[in-house]
């Protein structure tokens, strides 16, 4: 990468709202931060869970990004705040050049364990970043198949 980018929360803002209309994985979460926008729920450029890395002035990719409070943990022994990771993606002119690991080292640095629903066809990028399949526990998972980064000293729950 011969330019340097950094990762950068993103603002909630029309600019930004724009440009998350070329990511493939536009949808609810966006349309209700627009609508909230401008029903000025949220002030224009208050924080939003969205982190991302700008060529120039473009958007290239972005992912979201929350800290779940430890009483929800239902992965991580011992039961602790993590992160969840949602909506990893890099245009496609963008790929395969660091940027979607770059993100998700953004992530590792909270020193958390961290979450994610990879999308289908995106399970090899997630091993090679560490990520491991929780063990599916039908209740828990809804047929979801999480992936999960663990941080030193901490594993995957087990059932009793």
Do not use: C
Request: charged share 25%.
């Amino acid at each position: 990468m011969g330019i340097t980018t950094q990762v950068q929360p993103l603002l909630i803002n029309y600019k930004t709202l724009e440009e998350f209309k070329r990511f493939k994985e536009y949808g609810i979460q966006e349309l209700t931060m627009l609508e909230d926008l401008q029903s000025n729920i949220v002030e224009n450029n208050s924080e939003s869970p969205f982190f991302g890395i700008y060529i120039g002035n473009a958007l290239i990719a972005r992912m979201s990004l929350y800290r779940i409070p430890a009483k929800y943990d239902n992965y991580f022994d011992p039961p602790q705040d993590y992160m969840e990771l949602w909506k990893l993606e890099v245009l496609k002119d963008y790929q395969g050049q660091g940027y979607g690991q770059q993100l998700v080292e953004f992530a590792k640095s909270y020193k958390l364990p961290i979450k994610t629903n990879p999308r289908i066809n995106s399970h090899g990028f997630w091993e090679r970043m560490g990520f491991q399949k929780a063990t599916y526990k039908v209740e828990r998972d809804l047929g979801e198949n999480p992936l999960l980064w663990l941080p030193e000293g901490v594993h995957e729950q087990v059932e009793e």
